[in-house]
Structures are given as structure tokens and as C-alpha cells.
């Protein structure tokens, strides 16, 4: 029971390291129809794995955050 409640549960809790990290190379790219954020340098900068950062990513576009940006690694 609790491993279903924690697997519910963990998506909706967003690293903020990678969130703050993330929004500072989306502000960064070319202003085209769609920033790129490139995976790679947010797990330099953050020390997380590519999945972390694509899913905390993901995620926080779910939210309105990172609005129309394409990932790349």
C-alpha cells in the first residue's frame, strides 16, 4: 500500500534545484517558437540524471511552468 501511495505521490514533488537551474537555461536559449533546454547541461549544473531532469521538466510544464519549450540531450 505505501509503495503505491509514495509511486503517486513522487511525481508531484519537483526538485527545485533542477527547476531553478532549468528555468535559467530556458531563459537563455533563442526566443524561437520553442526554447531548447538542453538535458545534458541541466544534470551538469545540478548533478541529477538526465531522467530527473526530463521528468522534473515534464513535469513542471504539466504545471504552466517552461511553457512551449522542446528538450534535447
Known amino acids: 500500500m505505501f509503495d503505491l501511495v509514495e509511486s503517486s505521490i513522487k511525481p ?3 526538485d527545485h ?3 531553478e537551474a532549468g ?3 530556458y531563459l537563455r ?13 541541466l544534470s551538469c549544473k545540478t548533478g541529477k540524471s538526465l ?3 526530463r521528468n522534473a ?4 510544464n504539466k504545471l504552466g511552468r517552461f511553457p512551449r ?3 534535447e540531450a
Open 12 to 14: 508531484l514533488i519537483l
Open 17 to 19: 534545484k533542477i527547476l
Open 23 to 25: 528555468y535559467e537555461l
Open 29 to 41: 536559449a533563442p526566443q524561437s517558437s520553442y526554447p531548447v533546454i538542453n538535458l545534458r547541461d
Open 51 to 53: 531522467l530527473e531532469c
Open 57 to 60: 521538466i515534464v513535469e513542471a
Open 69 to 71: 519549450c522542446a528538450l
